[in-house]
């Protein structure tokens, strides 16, 4: 059974950085196509990126673009997500989640079968 646990949340000051991982354990995530999404109470939860298990695709929401890069570790155990020049609007709990064998338009519209509990990450002015 695959689990997922997302870390590197935390409080920045607008430009700064953040590093997110989503560990796996149960399982390699080599087959998995994985999702990161954001989430902030009374919103409607936003897909930020998706890195596809087959060929490496990558998406990410034009809210993030050119800010945001997903990656994979080569022990097939992290996808992490790089952030950079934060702002306040990016505020929110990020979760990690994902669907083996899957395209990234599915697993973004929700067709996750794993997701970890989240992890907060809050910008300031």
């Known amino acids: 059974q695959l689990q997922l646990v997302e870390s590197g949340g935390g409080s920045v000051q607008s430009g700064g950085s953040l590093r997110l991982s989503c560990e796996a354990s149960?399982?390699?995530?080599?087959?998995?196509?994985i999702i990161w999404f954001r989430q902030v109470p009374g919103r409607e939860r936003e897909g930020v990126s998706c890195i596809s298990n087959s060929d490496g695709y990558t998406y990410y929401a034009p809210s993030v673009k050119g800010r945001f890069t997903i990656s994979r570790d080569g022990a097939g155990n992290t996808v992490y997500l790089q952030m950079n020049s934060l702002k306040p609007e990016d505020s929110a709990n990020y979760y990690c989640g994902g669907r083996e064998f899957a395209l990234c338009v599915d697993v973004l519209s929700g067709g996750m079968d794993y997701w970890g509990r989240g992890t907060q990450v809050t910008v300031s002015l």
């Open positions: 149960g399982s390699s995530l080599d087959a998995y196509t």
